[in-house]
């Protein structure tokens, strides 16, 4: 029911393959499902749609923490703050290992059970880390991460050293954390890379979409954090399934908010290039810092095919949607509050009008970064705290 086909030249390849890049070219591969007559399975959450990411897969090799289901938030205070009506922000810090990446792994993982893989890798500056290590040990297999020396949240790190990842510390950022993970996935194929790279990984959260749709019927935006870009190529994918099913006869149009400081696919995207440069990231949002992403051409794809946009914010705009986030007792790590800020700047731009329906994703859970945690005030002592009470009442 599935093959791997590379996004470039075509060549088609068999799912039991574990390197994904071309042969022939060098670029990467997507999942392409033959799929005919589609009907949710009888299990929960992102396995609900198995159909749409790995029909072939039998249900032996799951390998599953009960990821996905996560809540649509409304909030008066987003909405005044964004000046959009209807805005609900769904939450992916709500999955087992707090961020998106639980919806990729799950299905990596399990298609690397499938195939009998027993060591996984990856590159991270954190939720991508603890996903991996999380979803391995899982399934009993050996799991490495590569990290940039000190760009990297204490919190996120601890938890692939709970679960018991071996990790490795390269100097430099992200990219060059990936530029070394791919060197060592070609020349040791028995390594398994659990990086968005791994087309299964866009499979899992192409699902974040379905919920979304399958809650809200018809929707104008859907706004999304980017930094490799695995979000906003999975997102395009689950749009075309949805439209092409006939699920839905309105494609909602994607857009993708980088950081300024991380912001190589706006810059390719604004000034109409043919290809990205990638750039030296630097951004409060660390999940998303990152200056060369890998999945750009699938990306760019989604954008095209949804007629979307792609924006930039500031690492002030970040922190002042993160704050009103946090405030309306909903709360994100930095990188997600980029989709808020983003639908913020882009009613102010008059591109998103004031009772168009929006999604904004949410990708990571508050305590991701606490770092960035902006609180009402200091700590008070109980004397003052009568005082207060006295005053008020």
Same mark, same amino acid.
């Given at each position: 029911?599935?093959?791997?086909?590379?996004?470039?030249?075509?060549? =088609?390849?068999d799912?039991?393959? #574990?390197?994904?890049r071309?042969?022939?070219?060098g670029?990467l591969?997507?999942? !392409?499902h033959k799929?005919?007559?589609?009907?949710?399975?009888?299990? #929960?959450?992102?396995?609900?749609y198995?159909d749409?990411?790995?029909?072939?897969?039998?249900?032996?090799?799951?390998?599953?923490?009960?990821?996905?289901?996560?809540?649509?938030?409304?909030?008066?205070?987003?909405?005044e703050?964004?000046?959009?009506?209807?805005?609900?922000l769904?939450?992916?810090?709500e999955?087992?290992?707090?961020?998106f990446?639980?919806?990729?792994?799950t299905?990596?993982?399990?298609h690397? &059970?499938?195939?009998?893989?027993?060591?996984?890798?990856?590159?991270? !500056?954190?939720n991508t880390?603890?996903?991996?290590?999380s979803y391995?040990?899982? @399934?009993?297999?050996?799991?490495?991460?590569l /990290?940039?020396?000190? &760009?990297?949240?204490?919190?996120?790190?601890?938890?692939?050293?709970?679960y018991?990842?071996?990790?490795?510390?390269? =100097?430099g950022d992200f990219d060059? @954390?990936m530029e070394?993970?791919?060197?060592?996935?070609k020349?040791?194929?028995y390594?398994?890379t659990l990086?968005?790279?791994?087309?299964?990984?866009?499979e899992?959260q192409k699902?974040?979409?379905?919920?979304?749709?399958?809650r809200l019927k018809?929707?104008?935006?859907?706004?999304?954090p980017?930094?490799?870009?695995?979000?906003?190529?999975a997102l395009g994918?689950?749009?075309a +399934?949805?439209y092409?099913?006939?699920?839905?006869s309105? &494609?909602p149009k994607?857009?993708?908010i980088?950081a300024?400081?991380?912001?190589p696919f706006y810059?390719?995207?604004h000034?109409?290039? +043919?290809?990205?440069?990638p750039v @030296?990231?630097?951004?409060?949002a660390s999940?998303?810092?990152?200056?060369n992403?890998?999945n750009w051409?699938?990306?760019i794809?989604a954008?095209n095919?949804?007629?979307g946009i792609v924006?930039?914010?500031?690492?002030?705009?970040?922190?002042?949607a993160k704050?009103?986030i946090?405030?309306?007792?909903?709360g994100?790590?930095?990188?997600?509050a980029?989709?808020?800020?983003?639908?913020?700047?882009?009613r102010?731009?008059g591109?998103?009008?004031?009772y168009?329906?929006?999604a904004?994703?949410?990708?990571?859970?508050?305590l &991701? +970064?606490i770092?960035?945690i902006?609180g009402?005030g200091?700590? /008070?002592?109980?004397?003052?705290?009568? +005082?207060?009470i006295?005053?008020?009442?």
């Amino acid at each position: 029911m599935s093959i791997l086909r590379c996004i470039n030249c075509g060549a =088609q390849y068999d799912i039991s393959r #574990k390197y994904f890049r071309c042969d022939r070219c060098g670029d990467l591969l997507e999942v !392409t499902h033959k799929i005919e007559n589609y009907r949710p399975a009888q299990m #929960k959450g992102v396995w609900k749609y198995k159909d749409l990411i790995h029909p072939d897969l039998e249900e032996k090799f799951i390998v599953t923490r009960g990821e996905g289901d996560t809540f649509l938030y409304e909030h008066e205070l987003i909405s005044e703050f964004t000046g959009i009506k209807e805005i609900r922000l769904k939450h992916e810090g709500e999955n087992p290992t707090g961020s998106f990446k639980d919806r990729g792994m799950t299905v990596a993982v399990s298609h690397g &059970k499938f195939i009998g893989a027993r060591h996984t890798i990856c590159a991270s !500056t954190g939720n991508t880390s603890a996903s991996a290590s999380s979803y391995s040990s899982l @399934a009993g297999m050996k799991s490495s991460v590569l /990290i940039p020396k000190g &760009k990297i949240s204490r919190v996120k790190l601890i938890q692939s050293m709970a679960y018991g990842a071996e990790i490795v510390e390269v =100097q430099g950022d992200f990219d060059k @954390a990936m530029e070394n993970l791919e060197s060592l996935v070609k020349q040791n194929q028995y390594l398994y890379t659990l990086n968005s790279l791994n087309p299964w990984r866009l499979e899992g959260q192409k699902t974040i979409f379905y919920e979304i749709m399958d809650r809200l019927k018809e929707i104008d935006f859907i706004l999304v954090p980017a930094g490799n870009l695995g979000n906003t190529s999975a997102l395009g994918k689950a749009i075309a +399934d949805y439209y092409e099913l006939g699920i839905i006869s309105k &494609k909602p149009k994607i857009a993708a908010i980088q950081a300024e400081g991380a912001s190589p696919f706006y810059k390719m995207w604004h000034n109409k290039r +043919d290809r990205i440069e990638p750039v @030296a990231a630097e951004t409060v949002a660390s999940a998303i810092r990152i200056g060369n992403p890998v999945n750009w051409k699938k990306a760019i794809w989604a954008i095209n095919y949804t007629e979307g946009i792609v924006e930039t914010v500031s690492d002030s705009e970040i922190l002042e949607a993160k704050k009103i986030i946090d405030k309306s007792g909903i709360g994100s790590e930095p990188a997600s509050a980029a989709s808020v800020a983003g639908a913020k700047k882009l009613r102010e731009k008059g591109i998103i009008d004031k009772y168009d329906r929006v999604a904004a994703v949410l990708t990571g859970h508050v305590l &991701k +970064d606490i770092d960035n945690i902006a609180g009402n005030g200091p700590i /008070i002592d109980f004397n003052t705290f009568l +005082d207060k009470i006295k005053a008020e009442f």
